[in-house]
């Protein structure tokens, strides 16, 4: 993985889940999408390629893979979706908060190694 300024894309990506945790909570429906593209982008700055289907069956791929099902959840409820249901949601929201927190930690680490 190669990392950009891991400090920098720390304290950024760390200021705007702040700014849409509170609605995580209050409104998640609404906040999910968000959240989901605030993740999709720490994934990509960390080297993670979520479109490489060769990357999705690698090391990466639990991952990938976990990420990927949390944005069908967000896909689907962004297009108004009966299928899913508010536990989906919740479901999203956790998974994508541990992948938040997993590249968060990576993130750490890089810039303690600097």
């Given at each position: 993985?190669?990392?950009?300024?891991?400090?920098?894309?720390?304290?950024?990506?760390?200021?705007?889940?702040a700014?849409?945790?509170e609605d995580?909570?209050?409104?998640?429906?609404s906040a999910l999408p968000e959240f989901d593209s605030l993740v999709a982008r720490?994934?990509?700055?960390?080297?993670?390629?979520?479109?490489d289907p060769v990357a999705r069956e690698g090391e990466e791929r639990e991952v990938i893979a976990d990420y990927l099902a949390a944005h069908e959840i967000t896909r689907l409820s962004e297009g108004g979706s009966t299928e899913?249901?508010?536990?989906?949601v919740a479901a999203a929201i956790n998974a994508l908060r541990e992948?938040?927190?997993?590249?968060?930690?990576?993130y750490a680490a890089a810039d303690a190694d600097l």
């Open positions: 993985m190669s990392y950009d300024d891991p400090g920098l894309n720390r304290h950024e990506w760390e200021s705007e889940f700014s849409i945790e995580l909570h209050t409104d998640p429906v720490m994934l990509n700055n960390a080297g993670y390629d979520l479109d899913i249901s508010s536990g989906d992948l938040y927190d997993f590249i968060v930690e990576n």
